[in-house]
């Protein structure tokens, strides 16, 4: 039963049902007629069972190393690691397509199951833009990436054997990072569907907005685990390079943080209606372009894409059909929409509409940087790179105001605010800004001139944070007990945005430490020689060889020593896989508090001497702890499952004197 | 092709019920829902959702998260939109649904599986099961017709090792699959128990030939000129012989060795475009440079074996209590192809362990093994 055979069949018939499904239910819906529409949940389940069944046979394969399975033949081998065989079946391009799916329909049938008090038109149109996107994708695969392509006869070992692939980091990477992709086709499905039937109503918003959150959390995961990995595993010391495949995933993370706000706006004030659907379309275009961005291979060489041009024309003619497509019924439907009600500049909405220019300007900068070398190279043959100065001047500068404007934005009342009256509720937050730019000047030497500034950047987002909670609760101005019990009324959703905003500041705070204040030092040791970095006396015990299961490695025994005190080793070193003769090299970390010190090696001399890179990164986990504190505060929103009613309040001064408990 | 074998069909029933079924479950998918009557009224859900947002509003108030009079506020704005979703419902349904239905579920029908069977018939193998590894090595030799047959004719010649006609017909099989050292000794069984013959002499050498790397070696080149001293102008025997001579860095008299070949074959002989083709590839350019050896021949290393293996019978003759020395010794003399010394060895060993009955039946399985049969 397990035939890779009926792998591929499964497929089929889902690309069958996916037909089906994109074109009865929203008939139904133009004809109003129930039972047309009523098909759309049950083969949407039907699809994800069989999506599902196609990968569980396509993973079985690879458990058993069938190798009559071509994918399996060039992705695998049998004497690999058991999870590794496991990821290894999404480690390659038809895998992770089928993965794409599979998560597709995941959520097609979570909408089908869980979408029962949605209005039945609005379920079918979703249901029937998702199955469009399905058929796309399975014909996709079909055609020209089919993981069930079989060999006569099978050979009796597979090819892949690559050590630097079989990484724990790199096997639930791709995962996390796909659910966040395709997770924003929701939003997506949702938006067209509300063209199409030229209406966006209560229950829109109210489920835009978790399936929004969910792809928001999974892609800040992917993106940070992914940043993580680069940093432990490539050796160079750095966590964000503004490779284009990072950048991939940034763009959509950029334009789904925009959404995210947005949808507030609309769900609250049915206000940014139009541009919240733009958003939608866009954020999703951008996952699809990341998607494929990453696995056609044109970021490596517009050559090697011309080389399988019978893949590179069916992408193209994805993202023109999709993208285009939705833009066009955007420009054609959206006049339809009705408006929702105005507000003030300075307000909530507002300060939410000033964080939608600035994500989405920042993330069109991403899209320069990103696709003008290649649109160059497509155009003249050219070939450059952009780097990352063209980023830091052009990303950068974009978000600083954003910051700024960060900490404002949860005081400002809805419709009408006071800017001078927040400014004034934000006293403690200048002032831990201005404390912590002082005692940074007075503690640091060297590094740049406005390090300390950003130090005071990232203190006043931390603050501004917890003293949007404080005065929601109104710490130390009422008694303890009302504050407690107001804290425990406060709706989650607030929580969260307070939490994710002052995980933004302690990122920055780890960002400014890790490039302003990293110490790097080169030098060639030999066994006995010691060197200080950053307080640390390290001294070359002595070069060892190492017999791993399948490497060998020199490694080069440190020991650290602290104010003379003895800290333990540190055992970095270069390894050989011994299969492929593959080198890679084994950077060795020591933890103190949230700064690291990192030591890579480089070649061994021929005197017994070994050149160790040793860096010094203060507060650098910080990067990561505060995307953690960030994906924290999105689960606290997501588990919010009040309705936002946002009905108009009696006295719109009375409102902007005093903080109500807003959301 | 080493690993080709027809595929059975016997995966073939299991996965046409496969298919059978899931397609089936496609079709109820589709079909389910139509043949449901579905009561919903279509924007009974929207309203459910303002209703909702009442109740909520009704709830914050009790706890006293929203005042008094915004939580009327808010009341009335939810109950300006309850009203305008509930004016929207209107009633759609009705003429031609009938005939939309049976559309539907005849499109269902007929199009699910007119699309599976054209995208999976143009690309699908349904007659290739699955081909597990760890399922392939254990079924691999019981099932393969080559793998099966070498099985039986080894038990037939492990029973009977005199059988020369046997160790003829397995040894060309051990060549194909590539086992030299065992079709080896299959030929040299075959000539030893069958007696010499032109055939027989130089298969053996071809495949102490083909067991040195393609380097004729003087054993195999002895064996080569006793193949042409029974039967003059035996093509393999000469072309080998010629080749021995072009790796002896004399391609002038291996051309002349497989010129006075092809002149005296047979006419229409398949094999003499071989042999021109080789002349041609020595009177070309290339004989200025003809290629030397590529690896040095056995024959370099044999002295020391030989040394090695008369030290050991010298140790034997003088202390023979060592059964293992024994062993090895036989092993020696038989992969060196001196059956007659091995035999001899045996009958000593056999001698000198008379009354230990598992060294004697070591002795036999030897003797079995190594095809040196008599005594």
Redo the contacts between chains.
């Keep these: 039963?397990?035939?890779?055979?009926?792998g591929?069949?499964?497929l089929?018939?889902a690309?069958?049902?996916a037909?089906?499904q994109s074109v009865?239910p929203i008939?139904?819906s133009r004809?109003?007629?129930?039972?047309?529409?009523?098909?759309a949940?049950?083969?949407a389940?039907?699809q994800f069972?069989?999506v599902t069944l196609s990968f569980v046979v396509l993973t079985y394969?690879y458990l058993?190393?069938?190798?009559?399975?071509e994918n399996v033949f060039q992705n695998s081998h049998?004497t690999k690691p058991l999870i590794y065989k496991i990821s290894g079946v999404w480690g390659n391009h038809e895998g992770s397509m089928v993965l794409w799916v599979v998560i597709l329909t995941l959520f097609s049938a979570l909408v089908a199951v869980f979408g029962r008090?949605?209005?039945?038109?609005?379920k079918a149109n979703v249901l029937a833009v998702q199955g469009w996107i399905t058929v796309a994708f399975l014909l996709f695969i079909?055609k020209t990436s089919?993981p069930?392509?079989?060999i006569?006869?099978?050979?009796?070992e597979g090819r892949d054997l690559n050590p630097l692939l079989q990484d724990v980091g790199l096997a639930i990477h791709p995962p996390l990072l796909y659910i966040g992709y395709v997770g924003f086709s929701m939003s997506f499905a949702f938006a067209v569907a509300a063209l199409i039937d030229g209406k966006l109503?209560?229950?829109w918003a109210?489920w835009v907005r978790p399936w929004t959150l969910v792809a928001w959390i999974f892609l800040t995961a992917g993106i940070s685990m992914g940043s993580y990995w680069a940093y432990y595993e490539l050796g160079w010391g750095g966590w964000w390079f503004w490779d284009p495949v990072e950048n991939a995933s940034l763009m959509p993370w950029l334009a789904g943080t925009a959404l995210l706000h947005s949808a507030i706006v609309m769900e609250k004030r049915e206000a940014l209606k139009v541009w919240t659907v733009l958003l939608a379309i866009l954020t999703f275009s951008l996952s699809l372009l990341g998607t494929f961005l990453v696995r056609s291979g044109v970021l490596t060489s517009v050559h090697a894409f011309a080389v399988d041009p019978e893949r590179g024309v069916f992408i193209l003619a994805i993202l023109v059909v999709f993208i285009g497509g939705s833009l066009a019924l955007y420009a054609w439907r959206a006049p339809t929409l009705k408006q929702g009600g105005l507000f003030a500049p300075v307000s909530r909405e507002g300060a939410l509409v000033l964080n939608n220019l600035f994500l989405t300007a920042s993330c069109a900068a991403v899209f320069v940087g990103t696709l003008y070398p290649l649109a160059l190279e497509t155009l003249t043959g050219a070939k450059i790179s952009v780097g990352p100065p063209f980023f830091n001047w052009t990303f950068g500068p974009l978000m600083v105001p954003l910051m700024l404007a960060m900490v404002f934005g949860p005081f400002l009342a809805w419709k009408r605010g006071d800017l001078a009256a927040v400014a004034q509720r934000l006293t403690l937050a200048f002032a831990a800004a201005i404390l912590a730019t002082l005692v940074t000047y007075a503690v640091t030497t060297g590094g740049p001139v406005l390090a300390p500034l950003f130090v005071g950047l990232a203190f006043y987002v931390i603050v501004g944070a917890i003293l949007d909670v404080a005065e929601r609760i109104q710490l130390f101005r009422a008694p303890a007990a009302t504050s407690l019990a107001r804290a425990r009324?406060l709706p989650r959703a607030a929580w969260g945005a307070a939490v994710a905003h002052a995980g933004v500041g302690v990122m920055l705070l780890g960002i400014v430490g890790e490039t302003a204040y990293k110490q790097e030092t080169i030098v060639q040791m030999r066994p006995g020689e010691s060197i200080a970095v950053a307080g640390y006396d390290i001294t070359l015990q002595g070069l060892v060889p190492v017999e791993g299961p399948n490497y060998r490695d020199l490694v080069a025994r440190l020991t650290v020593r602290e104010g003379g005190v003895d800290a333990g080793m540190l055992e970095p070193a270069k390894r050989v896989y011994t299969a492929r003769a593959m080198p890679t090299t084994e950077a060795a970390l020591k933890t103190r508090g949230v700064s690291q010190l990192y030591v890579s090696p480089g070649d061994p001399g021929t005197d017994g001497s070994i050149a160790l890179r040793f860096f010094y990164k203060p507060m650098v986990l910080l990067i990561w702890i505060g995307t953690l504190v960030m994906m924290f505060g999105g689960l606290l929103s997501l588990s919010d499952r009040?309705?936002r009613?946002g009905?108009?309040?009696?006295s719109a001064r009375r409102v902007a004197a005093t903080v109500q408990?807003a959301e | 092709m080493i690993g080709r074998r027809p595929k059975a069909m016997e995966g073939s029933l299991t996965i046409w019920l496969a298919i059978a079924v899931m397609t089936a479950a496609a079709i109820f998918a589709v079909l389910l829902p139509l043949s449901r009557p579905v009561t919903a009224a279509e924007s009974e859900m929207d309203v459910a959702v303002y209703k909702d947002q009442l109740a909520e509003i009704g709830r914050d108030s009790d706890a006293g998260l929203i005042g008094a009079a915004e939580a009327e506020a808010a009341r009335i704005e939810v109950s300006r939109r309850l009203i305008a979703a509930s004016e929207r419902i209107a009633a759609t349904a009705g003429e031609g649904a009938a005939r939309r239905r049976r559309l539907v579920a005849v499109g269902a029908i007929v199009v699910i599986p007119a699309i599976a069977a054209f995208a999976y018939g143009s690309r699908g193998h349904p007659g290739y099961a699955g081909q597990p590894l760890a399922e392939r090595q254990r079924v691999e030799p019981a099932q393969t017709d080559m793998a099966g047959l070498i099985a039986r004719i080894e038990a037939h010649l492990a029973a009977n090792p005199g059988d020369g006609r046997g160790w003829e017909v397995v040894g060309p099989v051990y060549l194909r699959l590539g086992r030299v050292p065992d079709a080896v000794r299959a030929r040299a069984n075959a000539l030893r128990i069958l007696g010499p013959s032109a055939d027989r002499e130089a298969d053996l050498a071809e495949a102490q030939t083909l067991s040195a790397g393609g380097v004729v070696t003087a054993e195999a080149k002895a064996g080569f000129e006793r193949a042409l001293v029974l039967g003059a102008g035996h093509p393999k025997a000469g072309y080998f012989i010629g080749l021995a001579a072009e790796q002896d860095g004399k391609p002038d008299e291996a051309r002349a060795i497989w010129a006075k070949l092809v002149a005296e074959a047979p006419a229409g002989a398949p094999w003499i475009a071989l042999l021109q083709a080789e002349i041609a590839r020595l009177g070309g350019p290339a004989v200025a440079t003809a290629p030397a050896p590529a690896t040095p021949a056995p024959a370099v290393v044999a002295p020391e074996i030989r040394a090695m293996v008369d030290g050991l019978a010298a140790r034997l003759a003088s202390d023979g209590a060592d059964f293992d020395g024994w062993i090895r010794l036989v092993r020696s003399y038989a992969v060196l192809g001196e059956a007659e010394k091995a035999r001899a060895a045996v009958a000593s060993a056999r001698q000198r362990f008379a009354g230990e009955a598992d060294k004697i039946g070591r002795l036999d399985g030897l003797v079995n093994e190594l095809g040196i049969g008599g005594s």
């Design positions: 039963m397990m035939s890779p055979e009926v591929h069949f499964a089929v018939l690309l069958a049902l037909l089906v009865v008939w139904g004809r109003g007629d129930t039972a047309l529409m009523a098909t949940s049950p083969v389940l039907g069972a069989f394969a058993v190393s069938d190798f009559s399975v049998s008090n949605l209005p039945l038109t609005l079909l089919n069930f392509a079989r006569i006869p099978a050979p009796m109503d209560a229950a109210r009324g009040r309705l009613v009905a108009p309040k009696p408990p």
